[in-house]
């Protein structure tokens, strides 16, 4: 008996994990949640490792029966949450019971949700991950978004019990996301004035807004001088400017090469926000130096590392 | 080995804060240029200090993680690894594949219009193609697809104006001087002048890749 059937699958909800990393020489991106931050979070919460499978689901729309009794947590985009149409909160370790539906209604703030159940969620391994990388079809449920029907196990049994986070400490998530970022290998390329627009203007993040990247809309972002880029590799996080002037974020499941100025590169520790970013939503990037980058990140590890075991950013 | 000659001298810059760049700068295909990419590539990885290695046809991108070492340590680290590499051998030539392609009809829509553009016949083309032997550069965008190196400088030719919506799995495509192998069905704007039925990439394989970057490839016409 399955532990969980999948009633909807929502607008698009996916197996992930830590990831693959390692693979990019060969075209495989890393994958993995989305947002690594709020993943760790849910799972934590439910007495898993901070890089158990658990499910992605982006924008909401998600209903899932669970089979057998078992625990849950719901992390990341603030959607209203229910199970047996009683709100539940998000951000805490829940039990469920054999019968129980849960539904996750529409992201209000940031854009995607983590549900981590104990145990976490069996699925299909490739290069030691079973992130879902929908291009390819790799890990995951058949390589796809859940669907209707779907029944999904359980890759370990149980252990452990639910867990808190300390008041305070889970972040919060709105609708202007803000990147700290770093210039990218051909900032020196872009014109002064995008220069300035980029740390300057808000973005807004068009429709066109996956696992893959998200193409902004805002003050246009143009090379000094028309020039000609062999296809070089390419890094999530960063910020490509094609001659269109309309620049695109590469994310978690981005192309592993491109052939377009890399305008900006955001920082280790904000990575994680990547994944939060819905179509609509404002976005602006705040320039780091140097010098500040390995503080946040080790001032951001040291916190969550001591309130999560084994995670860094 | 004679010493590396100075115009092959790359720089090395930041990438953000948690990779750095190493930047040949050369025009078009070099291969001395490739040579020193992938031995570095290959010297990096054994260092375990980075996450990816991933070598381009005049760059090098290594990311790492930032909490284990600054972006300026990282740099000297690179710059160690050149030195050492400018003593060493060149890199071992790669595995030597054949690629058997069906040129032009249906599995090459654009054979003979860029046959025509540039004044061949389609044979001619054929010939031309499928004569040198190429490197691998590179692989990505996505899953498979390899990066090749310079074609004949007659079959040099740009991508299409509009990227075609769909490229089947296995396309054998000319963009400018490159010339590459779609790993999977995807968007692209290159020019499509055959197709091979072999898979470039089949996750359920023992070994999910043909061909890996430092490899050879000639390309057998059907």
């Given at each position: 008996m399955s532990a969980i059937t999948v009633l909807n699958g929502g607008t698009q909800t996916t197996v992930q994990d830590a990831g693959r990393p390692g693979h990019r020489h060969l075209?495989?991106?890393?994958?993995?949640?989305?947002d690594k931050l709020s993943f760790a979070i849910a799972n934590h919460l439910v007495g898993n490792?901070?890089?158990?499978p658990a499910l992605e689901c982006a924008l909401g729309g998600l209903h899932l029966r669970f089979e057998r009794d078992s625990r849950i947590a719901l992390s990341g985009a603030q959607m209203w949450a229910q199970i047996n149409g009683m709100n539940v909160d998000l951000n805490r370790a829940l039990p469920v019971e054999a019968g129980d539906i849960l539904t996750l209604s529409y992201?209000?703030?940031?854009?995607r949700g983590y549900i981590a159940v104990a145990g976490g969620i069996a699925a299909t391994e490739f290069l030691g991950s079973v992130s879902t990388y929908l291009p390819a079809a790799l890990g995951g449920i058949e390589g796809r978004a859940l669907k209707t029907g779907d029944t999904l196990d359980l890759s370990?049994?149980?252990?452990g019990e639910g867990r808190t986070l300390p008041k305070g400490y889970i972040p919060f998530l709105s609708g202007h996301i803000v990147l700290r970022a770093r210039s990218g290998?051909?900032?020196?390329?872009?014109?002064p004035d995008s220069q300035r627009y980029l740390f300057t203007t808000p973005f807004i993040a068009t429709p066109a807004t996956d696992r893959m990247g998200s193409r902004l809309r805002g003050d246009r972002i143009v090379t000094d001088k028309k020039f000609a880029m062999t296809s070089s590799p390419l890094l999530p996080g960063t910020l490509q400017c094609p001659p269109d002037g309309q620049p695109i974020l590469a994310l978690?499941?981005?192309?592993?090469?491109?052939?377009?100025?890399?305008g900006l590169h955001v920082i280790q520790a904000d990575?994680?926000?990547?994944?939060?970013?819905?179509?609509?939503m404002k976005l602006s990037f705040r320039r780091c130096f140097e010098e500040e980058a390995p503080d946040i990140l080790q001032t951001r590890n040291a916190l969550w590392s001591t309130l999560i075991p084994g995670f860094s950013f | 080995m004679s010493a590396p000659q100075p115009d092959l001298q790359p720089n090395i810059r930041h990438y953000g804060d948690h990779a750095v760049l190493v930047e040949w700068?050369?025009?078009?295909?070099?291969a001395a240029v490739s040579d020193q990419v992938h031995a570095l590539a290959a010297r990096l990885r054994k260092t375990?200090?980075?996450i990816e290695v991933m070598p381009g046809y005049d760059s090098l991108v290594a990311s790492f993680d930032g909490a284990r070492m600054s972006v300026g340590a990282a740099t000297r680290k690179v710059e160690d690894a050149m030195v050492r590499e400018s003593r060493s051998e060149t890199a071992a030539a790669g595995r030597l594949v054949n690629i058997p392609v069906t040129y032009g009809g249906a599995d090459g829509p654009d054979l003979i219009a860029m046959a025509e553009h540039i004044g061949k016949t389609p044979e001619e083309v054929i010939s031309l193609h499928s004569e040198p032997e190429y490197r691998v550069c590179m692989m990505g965008f996505i899953p498979g697809f390899a990066f090749l190196s310079e074609v004949d400088p007659i079959l040099q030719h740009p991508r299409h104006a509009t990227p075609r919506a769909v490229v089947p799995a296995g396309s054998v495509g000319i963009a400018n001087w490159q010339t590459g192998i779609y790993g999977l069905e995807s968007p692209g704007g290159w020019q499509i002048i055959g197709r091979t039925?072999?898979?470039?990439?089949?996750?359920?394989?023992?070994?999910?890749?043909?061909v890996e970057a430092g490899d050879r490839i000639r390309f057998v016409p059907k």
């Open positions: 075209g495989i991106p890393r994958s993995g949640a989305a490792d901070w890089d158990a992201a209000r703030d940031g854009c370990a049994d149980p252990a290998p051909e900032w020196d390329l872009l014109s978690a499941d981005g192309h592993c090469t491109g052939g377009y100025a890399r990575q994680w926000l990547l994944g939060q970013i819905a179509p609509g | 700068n050369v025009d078009g295909f070099d375990d200090l980075f039925e072999l898979d470039m990439f089949d996750a359920t394989r023992k070994k999910p890749f043909l």
